[in-house]
């Protein structure tokens, strides 16, 4: 098994989704495919356990998929509560995804700089380069 090469210049999109009574920024990373092959997770202030945790797992997911295991292979495999909805904030991120790369028109917009200088900008559901 051979992990995917990303290139150093791809789309990124970033959104918001609430899990737990907690706010999480999500970033979605894609190949020239078009296929999501990285995601970073940021919820609460840096050095809290659920920050620690959501990075660990974002790191994690984001090798699975480099390494072309399916979202929905993932998805199956992820915790759910007894209403078979996902336990944690990375089975609700695999189930944004499964829905549409996690972009629903019903989230609100979240303005979020990205790149070393702050040049760039990107909004919910926009794409930029990073």
């Avoid at 918001?16 to 995601?39: L, P, T």
């Avoid at 944690?88 to 695999?94: A, D, E, H, M, Q």
Wanted: one cysteine or more; aromatic letters at 6%.
């Amino acid at each position: 098994m051979t992990r995917a090469t990303l290139p150093n210049r791809r789309s990124h999109e970033v959104f918001n989704f609430y899990h737990w009574g907690r706010k999480f920024i999500a970033g979605v990373g894609h190949d020239q495919s078009g296929s999501v092959r990285e995601v970073w997770i940021n919820s609460g202030k840096s050095g809290e356990q659920m920050e620690t945790l959501a990075r660990d797992s974002a790191v994690l997911l984001s090798l699975a998929l480099q390494y072309s295991i399916p979202l929905d292979a993932m998805r199956k495999t992820i915790m759910r509560d007894l209403d078979g909805k996902a336990s944690g904030p990375i089975g609700k991120l695999l189930d944004l995804l499964a829905e549409g790369d996690g972009l629903s028109q019903s989230q609100p917009v979240l303005p979020v700089v990205s790149g070393i200088d702050g040049a760039e900008c990107a909004s919910r559901g926009e794409t930029v380069e990073i």
